[in-house]
């Protein structure tokens, strides 16, 4: 059964940090690039960053590069999203995705909170 569990969500004040997990299972993970989206209320879903499965760029959405981070760990089958100098902006739900030419996962989610 492929799952794509996020953990690391919450309320953070301003200027703060928070590092989100996402871990994978079911499927070859080493096969699949991995992303994080996002989605606020009322907007569309926007591609935050994106890892490939080997050999490769990292990329990120404009409005989070030098902020955000994302690494991933082939022997523990975990992607990871450090979020530096966090924005009321950034409030959304924060997706993991896994996408190969086999097929396309996501997780369900978790809150990310950005507010004094």
């Known amino acids: 059964q492929v799952q794509l569990v996020e953990s690391g969500g919450g309320l953070v004040q301003p200027g703060g940090s928070l590092r989100l997990s996402c871990a994978a299972s079911?499927?070859?993970?080493?096969?699949?690039?991995m992303s994080w989206y996002r989605q606020a209320p009322g907007k569309e879903r926007e591609l935050v960053a994106y890892?490939?499965?080997?050999?490769?760029?990292?990329n990120y959405a404009d409005s989070v590069k030098g902020r955000f981070t994302i690494s991933r760990d082939n022997v523990k089958n975990t992607v990871y999203l450090q979020m530096n100098n966090l924005e009321p902006e950034d409030t959304a739900v924060y997706l993991c995705?896994?996408?190969?030419?086999?097929?396309?996962?996501w997780g369900q989610g978790t809150q990310v909170t950005v507010s004094s």
């Open positions: 079911g499927f070859t993970f080493t096969a699949y690039a």
């Open positions: 890892i490939p499965n080997h050999v490769g760029s990292t």
């Open positions: 995705n896994a996408n190969s030419w086999r097929a396309t996962y």
